[in-house]
């Protein structure tokens, strides 16, 4: 049985992060959305429906006509009791929660036909409602749902601690039962691994500086840096490949970011690419200790989203210079450039050149030259595809 990856109206909630990825692609714990399924259901191959505009970026997969699919909406999270509903699913029927389709289970012709017409139809579907399923809604969801995301992943993964593994505990580590420690890593002098609330997870090629403090749930991806006397808080998650330093605490990163240098970023989620100043502190708490809003990013209306604590959601390749001031409940969009000596406004669109003399058009070609140069140092390669993308979120801001 193949398994394929549908979006609901919903999924434009967590636009700008998926202006250049697909739902199963955003990272929640250790691992994306599709990481996690593909794990739990134990499949060999997946395929998913995409927007035309990523396809090259992102591989759709294949479905075959000659097995049924197993689909999945996109928004949701593995669990026991859900994988048990799939489990118990037959052919023509649909999971439905709140009057939302979240999973089905469809014969090889017609999910075949759905496919290439890159779209799904439950219509004659048998429903089965579902009470509860781990889901996400908003974008805060991610962070909201990160900390438990985390120790539900490494049980997924099987990750073995730090306490199974070796017969002496380094001084530094405490509660080693909660402490996970991959292979090939670098940890240098002075560094403090505190798992007695949550878990500590360093993943294979990772590198911890000297100094640096993590208090779990930590997550430092492969090939992963913090750097030297970084301060990592619960709920974060360093994606692989990302530079991470100063203050970080529940912060999402997806890879191949940076906040390499001194400054704060608190209950924020970053994307791919971003590089963040020296010295760029991320607001995450009004001054009046009211909840915080948030601004659409299609409808551009204000979203309450009933949490204190919110800082800042940047996409793919967007940039701050050093000093920068990120609002409570910034959103900022695709390869935009802040540099301004104030706080930002509250919503930043894609491809804005943002200086004090105000918002500006960012030139395609001039942030394809850095995008280039920016992706060059890590070894990996700007296709036409991915130009092609970047051209569509432009013409489309």
């Given at each position: 049985?193949?398994?394929?990856?549908?979006?609901?109206?919903?999924?434009?909630?967590?636009q700008p992060l998926t202006l250049t990825r697909p739902m199963d692609d955003l990272r929640v714990g250790?691992?994306?959305?599709?990481?996690?399924?593909?794990?739990?259901?134990?499949?060999?191959?997946?395929?998913?429906?995409?927007?035309?505009?990523?396809?090259?970026?992102?591989?759709?997969?294949?479905?075959?006509?000659?097995?049924?699919?197993?689909?999945?909406?996109?928004?949701?999270?593995?669990?026991?009791?859900?994988?048990?509903?799939?489990?118990?699913?037959?052919?023509?029927?649909?999971?439905?929660?709140?009057?939302?389709?979240?999973?089905?289970?469809?014969?090889?012709?017609?999910?075949?036909?759905?496919?290439?017409?890159?779209?799904?139809?439950?219509?004659?579907?048998?429903?089965?409602?579902?009470?509860?399923?781990?889901?996400?809604?908003?974008?805060?969801?991610?962070?909201?749902?990160?900390?438990?995301?985390?120790?539900?992943?490494?049980?997924?993964?099987?990750?073995?601690?730090?306490?199974?593994?070796?017969?002496?505990?380094?001084?530094?580590?405490?509660?080693?039962?909660?402490?996970?420690?991959?292979?090939?890593?670098?940890?240098?002098?002075?560094?403090?691994?505190?798992?007695?609330?949550?878990?500590?997870?360093?993943?294979?090629?990772?590198?911890?500086?000297?100094?640096?403090?993590?208090?779990?749930?930590v997550v430092v991806g492969e090939g992963a840096t913090v750097k030297m006397a970084a301060r990592i808080?619960?709920?974060?998650?360093?994606?692989?490949?990302?530079?991470?330093?100063?203050?970080?605490?529940?912060?999402?990163?997806?890879?191949?970011?940076?906040?390499?240098?001194?400054?704060?970023?608190?209950?924020?989620?970053?994307?791919?690419?971003?590089?963040?100043?020296?010295?760029?502190?991320?607001?995450?708490?009004?001054?009046?200790?009211?909840?915080?809003?948030?601004?659409?990013?299609?409808?551009?209306?204000?979203?309450?989203?009933?949490?204190?604590?919110?800082?800042?959601?940047?996409?793919?390749?967007?940039?701050?210079?050093?000093?920068?001031?990120?609002?409570?409940?910034?959103?900022?969009?695709?390869?935009?450039?802040?540099?301004?000596?104030?706080?930002?406004?509250?919503?930043?669109?894609?491809?804005?050149?943002?200086?004090?003399?105000?918002?500006?058009?960012?030139?395609?070609?001039?942030?394809?030259?850095?995008?280039?140069?920016?992706?060059?140092?890590?070894?990996?390669?700007?296709?036409?595809?991915?130009?092609?993308?970047?051209?569509?979120?432009?013409?489309?801001?």
């Open positions: 049985m193949g398994i394929c990856f549908f979006n609901d109206d919903q999924v434009k909630r967590f250790i691992l994306t959305i599709r990481e996690k399924w593909i794990k739990s259901l134990e499949s060999s191959h997946y395929s998913r429906l995409l927007p035309d505009y990523l396809n090259g970026v992102f591989e759709r997969g294949k479905v075959e006509g000659n097995e049924e699919v197993l689909w999945l909406n996109s928004r949701m999270l593995p669990s026991q009791s859900f994988l048990g509903a799939l489990k118990a699913l037959q052919e023509g029927q649909k999971l439905v929660f709140k009057g939302v389709t979240v999973a089905a289970k469809v014969d090889a012709k017609s999910s075949a036909k759905m496919f290439s017409e890159n779209s799904f139809n439950d219509a004659g579907l048998d429903t089965i409602e579902v009470k509860e399923v781990i889901h996400l809604e908003h974008l805060w969801d991610l962070l909201s749902l990160n900390s438990y995301e985390i120790e539900k992943d490494i049980q997924l993964l099987g990750l073995k601690s730090i306490s199974e593994e070796k017969e002496e505990i380094p001084e530094s580590v405490y509660h080693p039962k909660n402490t996970f420690i991959g292979k090939d890593i670098h940890i240098e002098p002075g560094c403090i691994f505190i798992a007695e609330k949550g878990p500590v997870v360093i993943c294979d090629g990772a590198t911890i500086e000297a100094g640096s403090i993590l208090r779990g749930p808080y619960d709920g974060t998650t360093i994606g692989p490949v990302c530079k991470v330093g100063g203050e970080v605490a529940g912060c999402i990163f997806h890879s191949y970011s940076n906040k390499a240098h001194d400054g704060f970023a608190g209950n924020s989620i970053f994307g791919q690419w971003v590089n963040l100043g020296a010295n760029t502190i991320t607001s995450n708490l009004k001054n009046d200790y009211k909840n915080i809003d948030v601004t659409d990013w299609i409808t551009k209306d204000l979203i309450q989203t009933g949490r204190q604590f919110l800082g800042t959601v940047m996409a793919d390749h967007s940039k701050t210079a050093i000093n920068t001031m990120l609002n409570t409940g910034t959103i900022c969009g695709v390869s935009s450039n802040v540099f301004i000596d104030e706080l930002s406004p509250k919503v930043i669109d894609s491809f804005t050149w943002l200086g004090p003399r105000g918002p500006a058009i960012y030139r395609f070609e001039k942030a394809i030259e850095v995008m280039q140069a920016m992706m060059k140092r890590r070894d990996v390669e700007l296709t036409d595809d991915y130009k092609r993308m970047m051209k569509h979120i432009f013409t489309s801001r």
